[in-house]
């Protein structure tokens, strides 16, 4: 992990209790998020992901919750051969501006392990009970009567 100039004295990501999947990350700036509006929120960290895995970032379920800050492209990735500065995309759902300070916990990153594909075009494939039903063809929404 490499400190930026605008990252030196800040919180390295870090595991809030011993259970928990994702590292806190936070901001490495002062940003206020109007309404609808969405910023790259700097974190002042680069760092060397090893081959193999990616960094998936994912929103903080308080700020979701609390305030309607979120990751619009949850769960965002950082590939192994970035060396660019982390930076968080938020994007405030609420009503209301949002202050980020220097410091503020912003989202959790989580380390994950990435499996990659060889595709096999074929003319045809194999069936299965569900066919092309999609789009809430399995039920489970109540209101929708299934």
Same mark, same amino acid.
């Given at each position: 992990?490499?400190?930026?100039?605008?990252?030196?004295?800040?919180?390295?990501?870090?595991?809030?209790?011993?259970?928990?999947?994702?590292?806190?990350?936070?901001?490495?700036?002062?940003?206020?998020?109007?309404?609808?509006?969405?910023? %790259?929120?700097? =974190?002042?960290? !680069?760092?060397?992901?090893?081959?193999?895995? +990616?960094?998936?970032? *994912?929103?903080?379920? $308080?700020?979701?919750?609390?305030?309607?800050?979120?990751?619009?492209?949850?769960?965002?990735?950082?590939?192994?051969?970035?060396?660019?500065?982390?930076?968080?995309?938020?994007?405030?759902?609420?009503?209301?501006?949002?202050?980020?300070?220097?410091?503020?916990?912003?989202?959790?990153?989580?380390? %994950?392990?990435? =499996?990659?594909? !060889?595709?096999?075009?074929?003319?045809?494939? +194999?069936?299965?009970? *569900?066919?092309?039903? $999609?789009?809430?063809?399995?039920?489970?929404?109540?209101?929708?009567?299934?």
């Amino acid at each position: 992990m490499k400190i930026l100039p605008h990252g030196q004295g800040l919180d390295l990501p870090a595991y809030a209790t011993d259970g928990a999947a994702g590292m806190d990350v936070v901001s490495a700036e002062d940003v206020t998020l109007a309404p609808g509006a969405r910023h %790259a929120v700097a =974190t002042g960290l !680069a760092m060397a992901i090893p081959p193999g895995f +990616e960094i998936q970032v *994912r929103p903080r379920s $308080g700020l979701a919750l609390k305030h309607g800050i979120s990751v619009p492209n949850a769960p965002g990735t950082i590939d192994s051969d970035y060396r660019g500065e982390l930076k968080v995309i938020l994007i405030n759902h609420g009503a209301q501006p949002f202050e980020i300070l220097r410091g503020d916990r912003v989202a959790q990153l989580v380390l %994950a392990p990435v =499996t990659r594909a !060889a595709w096999l075009p074929v003319q045809e494939l +194999e069936s299965t009970e *569900r066919g092309e039903g $999609g789009f809430g063809s399995t039920g489970g929404v109540v209101a929708l009567g299934s």
